[in-house]
Each structure stands twice: as structure tokens, then as C-alpha cells.
């Protein structure tokens, strides 16, 4: 978590949409001994986040939304998604750490969570980064 002081490491996401707010920002990362790119467009309060996560691996790939918060439940089961849209559009074929990254998504998907809410999640627009290697 960043201080107030310290500089963001990130920019303001370009033109992404998601769940009727424009205020994310892009995450582009490669964990340690990984080869699959996790780009994450996420939205951060300090106690909670939401967002969606594009894992793309061997020029395949799958969006996958999120939300978290201070809340912390040892029962919770994981929820179901099925897919109706998903698009993604990237600048390279391949990438490395350090590089930048540029691409499009367009996606609609279904969440089905464990309380039987069907919860659609909805994400269009253009976004941006540098892409971090974490060791």
C-alpha cells in the first residue's frame, strides 16, 4: 500500500470503463517464475479494491473480475463466471518485463456467487503500463 507521500507507481488507466466508473488504473505485471502476463485494472480505496484481471499465457488469455475488502471470511466459497463477450486487442505478441504495454478490452461475463446473486460485470475501453517483473 502506497503512502501519501510517495509518488503512484501507476498512471490513470485511458479510457476503461468498468461497472459505470472510469477511475481505474493499470497494473501490468510477470510474478516470479511465471511466463503468464497478469494485467491488472484495478480500483483502490486503501481498504477495499475492485476491478478485473487479464492473464495472458502462450497468446491465450482470460478475464477474470474481482473485489476485495478489509473483511477477511474463512467460508467464503468462490464464485462462478461464465462468459457471453471477451475481446483483447494488445500492441505486441510478446512481452518482457520493463516493456510498455498498450491493448483493448471489451468483455461482458456473469458472476453467479455463493448467495445465488447473479451479478453482471462489464468492461470496454483502451489502457496502458509498464509492465513489473515481481521476484
Not at 50 to 79: L, M
Request: hydrophobic content about 25%; proline content about 5%.
Amino acid at each position: 500500500m502506497l503512502i501519501d507521500s510517495e509518488p503512484p507507481t501507476t498512471k490513470k488507466t485511458t479510457r476503461i470503463f468498468y461497472d459505470n466508473s472510469d477511475q481505474y488504473v493499470c497494473n501490468p505485471m510477470f510474478w516470479k517464475n511465471t511466463d503468464t502476463l497478469a494485467i491488472h485494472i484495478a480500483y483502490y480505496t486503501g481498504f477495499t479494491s475492485s476491478g478485473f484481471s487479464i492473464r495472458v499465457h502462450k497468446n491465450k488469455y482470460e478475464i477474470f473480475p474481482f473485489s476485495s475488502d478489509d473483511v477477511i471470511s474463512n467460508d467464503e466459497k468462490p464464485s462462478v463466471f461464465k462468459n457471453s463477450i471477451q475481446k483483447l486487442i494488445l500492441n505486441k505478441s510478446e512481452y518482457k518485463p520493463n516493456d510498455s504495454i498498450y491493448g483493448y478490452v471489451e468483455f461482458n461475463k456473469t458472476e453467479y456467487d455463493q448467495y445465488g446473486n447473479i451479478i453482471p460485470h462489464k468492461g470496454k475501453g483502451y489502457f496502458r503500463g509498464k509492465i513489473v517483473h515481481y521476484k
